[in-house]
């Protein structure tokens, strides 16, 4: 059994079901490199314990392979069933069997072999780690001597690592990192690492946002099902392509849900297979294609980079005959009448109405809307007068006024992270997550705090604001989904447990009702949780931050009703401090004398 069968496998750039020679077919779309790429991807995920060394030689065997399914006469197993060969040849090698504790999948057989490896790869450790923390100088001179080489070596360590990424996020990632090494390793040494530094953390950014999109995706699927997910596709789409029609638009959604389960479950060959149908039969249709600009540009991309480019594509101009505002009472008779037979293609119909006439507003105010509008039908559709009834139930209900005020709340908040500058942005939100739910952790905090900020600070780069409130929503939401997904706020927060358990809309409209917590008893003020000396002045910028972050986490969780006013006496007080004694000649005993005077003020203060 030829182990480079491994590779096309594993790769998960799979074919269309019209193909007759699976792995030819990979090979030519994905070309040479990517095919290789991809190759050493899904061996790296599927085989943790594997050293480069054992790796390389299979991908060069899969390249071999690759060329001959591509040959006159191509080799039988071309046309096999891509998982089955896969986990074959992993299966015929005592070594790898061994080394990936894989004995007990390749005791089974068929579909139940399959959903063995795809529940073996989910439960290996996942680290985000980005990259080794050598000098910019090793890493230039790596990258100097041999670029693919180090591309290489980059690509698998960071697969091993992140088990569940799809092979294209791994790609994207791996040519953005490459570019920073590309733009600071053309400086001198000093030069390249100050470079390094500063590109290395907005690269970070970069990852930790694909990825959090990517475990939002599958959080909202998991949660809620198909019919919120299929709702989302639907207003995302629609708003991308408003000249596609609702029937168009439903059949490309349709096959947009059917790819979910696998990829949310790590079964990327199935994924991938199905991701490229969707994308070529997107890409194949030639009437969407002709009346939508974005969606033509990204079907002249490389094969691999097609899906990335449809999900990252902003909102095409809207067609000349499409009316400013749907009007839903002009059209409830025959709503109502598609609401009676089928009540999921009438709400999925009005998703689509309000979508496609309003790119500026976010996937959670539509269905927000969306959900009234249903609690409406279902109230009056099968009433006499249900045009009459509809209008009265959605009186105090208007899209317009919904998204108007969405859109005026994330302004201000724009204007707040630009008055206030990153760092003090920051340093609010974790004021403001500690006030509503102090019985959390500060590492809890810091990351719902830091990642808020993230948010603020990508969405509200939108100068006129015209997506500011897709972008700042959406982002919001998946970060709530991702902490109500990771943590049991049943016994830290009763309040917040209760959000977590709202509707998919209505989650961060919850959590911004919630008003400080009164009721918590905190537990004695320590000077040890302060933690200042003499290091304050040594620190890095972002060291510094934590360190304010825990002042005010220590200090607000102790009074959570603590006026404005007195946290920023507080902060001006520590700020006073930490100048006054990195200019002592011995700071350690500036510090240790005015810590705890600071502490006694800051104690009166939280008594006020």
């Not at 059917?258 to 994924?271: H, K, N, Q």
């Not at 724009?414 to 206030?420: D, I, K, N, R, Y």
């Not at 830290?492 to 009164?518: E, G, V, W």
């Amino acid at each position: 059994m030829q182990l480079l069968a491994v590779c096309s496998l594993l790769v998960l750039l799979c074919v269309s079901a019209r193909s007759q020679n699976q792995i030819c077919t990979i090979f030519t779309e994905a070309k040479k490199d990517g095919f290789k790429a991809m190759a050493l991807v899904g061996l790296a995920q599927n085989l943790p314990d594997s050293l480069l060394d054992d790796v390389v030689p299979l991908v060069a065997e899969a390249f071999t392979m690759g060329i001959q399914c591509c040959s006159d006469e191509p080799l039988e197993d071309c046309n096999r069933d891509v998982a089955d060969l896969f986990q074959s040849a992993v299966c015929s090698s005592e070594t790898l069997v061994e080394k990936s504790n894989l004995k007990h999948c390749c005791e089974k057989t068929a579909t139940e072999r399959t959903h063995c490896f795809v529940e073996h790869k989910a439960k290996i450790p996942r680290d985000l780690s980005l990259t080794s923390e050598s000098p910019a100088a090793d890493q230039c001179e790596d990258f100097k001597k041999d670029r693919k080489d180090f591309v290489e070596s980059f690509i698998f360590r960071f697969s091993k690592r992140n088990t569940m990424l799809p092979p294209h996020v791994i790609l994207a990632v791996t040519k953005s990192y490459g570019e920073v090494l590309a733009t600071c390793c053309g400086k001198g040494e000093t030069e390249a690492q100050t470079c390094f530094d500063t590109k290395k953390s907005t690269f970070q950014h970069f990852v930790r946002n694909r990825v959090n999109e990517l475990k939002a995706l599958c959080i909202v699927h998991n949660k809620y099902g198909d019919r919120i997910f299929k709702a989302k596709k639907m207003i995302q789409y629609s708003q991308k392509m408003p000249q596609a029609s609702f029937q168009e638009m439903k059949g490309i959604v349709d096959k947009i849900v059917a790819t979910t389960a696998p990829c949310c479950s790590g079964d990327m060959i199935t994924c991938m297979k199905l991701r490229k149908v969707l994308v070529d039969e997107v890409c194949g249709d030639r009437s969407v294609l002709s009346r939508t600009a974005g969606l033509k540009a990204c079907c002249k991309e490389h094969a691999i980079d097609r899906g990335s480019c449809v999900e990252a594509m902003k909102p095409d101009t809207k067609p000349d005959s499409l009316s400013e505002r749907y009007d839903l009472h002009a059209d409830i008779a025959a709503v109502c009448h598609t609401f009676t037979e089928n009540p999921d293609v009438a709400l999925g119909k009005l998703i689509y109405e309000l979508s496609v006439r309003h790119p500026e507003s976010s996937q959670q105010v539509i269905l927000r809307f969306s959900k009234e509008a249903e609690q409406a039908f279902l109230q009056c559709c099968d009433k006499e007068d249900h045009a009459e009834c509809v209008k009265t139930a959605l009186a105090d209900s208007n899209i317009d006024k919904m998204i108007t005020d969405e859109i005026e709340y994330y302004k201000n908040m724009c204007a707040a992270e630009a008055a206030l500058g990153d760092y003090n942005f920051e340093k609010s939100m974790m004021v403001y997550y500690t006030r509503i739910m102090p019985q959390a952790s500060f590492l809890q905090l810091h990351i719902v705090s830091e990642t808020v900020a993230d948010v603020f600070h990508d969405c509200c780069k939108d100068q006129p604001g015209h997506l500011v409130l897709p972008c700042a929503e959406e982002k919001s939401t998946n970060v709530l989904d991702s902490t109500c997904n990771d943590d049991d706020y049943s016994s830290i927060n009763p309040r917040i447990a209760h959000c977590c358990n709202q509707s998919y809309s209505m989650r961060r409209p919850c959590i911004l009702a919630i008003q400080p917590d009164t009721e918590f008893t905190p537990p004695e003020l320590d000077a040890n949780d302060f933690h200042m000396g003499p290091e304050l002045c040594t620190k890095n910028s972002k060291d510094l931050l934590l360190s304010g972050k825990k002042l005010l986490y220590d200090v607000v969780r102790h009074k959570t009703i603590i006026t404005e006013d007195h946290l920023k006496i507080i902060s001006t007080n520590y700020s006073i401090m930490k100048g006054k004694c990195c200019a002592a000649e011995d700071k350690e005993a500036c510090f240790t004398e005015e810590a705890a005077k600071l502490l006694a003020e800051s104690v009166e203060l939280i008594k006020a």
